[in-house]
Each structure stands twice: as C-alpha cells, then as structure tokens.
C-alpha cells in the first residue's frame, strides 16, 4: 500500500497483544532512531523492532538493530 495508506500502528503478539507503532521505511531520514516495540515497513519488507531494541537508520538507508543499553 501507498504511504498514507498503511496504518499507523499494528496489533502483535509480544508475550501478550499490544498496538505498536507502524513506521515507513522510505520516509526515514538517516540518522533516525526508533525504539521497540515497533515495525519499520516498506514495500519490499517488514521488520519489526522489539522490546529493548533500538534502530537507527544508517546513510544508506538501512536498519541498524541493536539492543538498548541501560
């Protein structure tokens, strides 16, 4: 589906269900950073970005996961 189209959050199943936040990919700009829980979607994939997880979005445009330090 086209951007606005996609829904804002999604409902999963993360030991127990919960609405996460719904973030398109191609609208990220490098450098940005999502905190799980969450889904980075774009037309090709899915990814989604778990609790204690942490995704920054390199130049390149890709997803660097990494796990939250406290």
Known sequence: PAPADRPAARRVYLDGWRDVPVHVWD???P?????????A???????LIRPGEQ??????????????TV
């Open 27 to 29: 609208g990220l700009e």
């Open 41 to 47: 979607e774009s037309e090709a994939t899915t990814v």
């Open 55 to 68: 995704a920054r979005v390199t130049p390149h445009g890709w997803l660097d996961l990494r796990v939250k």
């Open 31 to 39: 450098g940005a950073v999502i905190d799980g829980p969450a889904i």
